[in-house]
């Protein structure tokens, strides 16, 4: 039986097209870490992300962290220092996805961060560049206390103050 009903046609293009679109978003390259002119990946839904944090903290303590979303929970993570721990997700259809993390360590306080957002980490019109894997110092300096790292020679990492705000 022949596609000779234009509406079959239709739905049958309509289709195709859903599906290249949504096999495109995803990351199935080993791409490089997180290069300054990677802004093509935050145009795409659904786009591949690898968060690593990396404990810095002055006083060589373990670091606590506790990340979650609205729709994933990492529970409690400890850190030893100079250790890292990592998580991988996708950015949602309607790019809402955020990451908020709980921070504490001894004689450090407690503090949040959102490790990740897409106006910040993801916008390919945003202030800072896209990642895909976004690499992030913790407690370093009192100053900055989070840093997103850039592996690339050449580039100073993007330091942040906490948001300990609701």
Known sequence: MAFTNKPHFILLFMI???LILFV???DLSNAPAEAPNSGDDGL???AGKHVVI???VKNRQIL???CRSSEDDFGMVHIPWNGTWDFRFHVNFSKTTKFRCHFTWYRGGSH???IFKVSRDDSPFG???VCKECIWEVG???ENPICRIVREKGYLPWCFKWEDGP
């Open 127 to 129: 202030h800072f560049p």
């Open 140 to 142: 370093k300096d009192d």
């Open 112 to 114: 949040y961060f959102y």
């Open 64 to 66: 606590n962290v506790h």
């Open 16 to 18: 195709s097209f859903i």
């Open 24 to 26: 495109s978003a995803l």
């Open 54 to 56: 990396h404990n810095k």
């Open 44 to 46: 795409l839904p659904l």
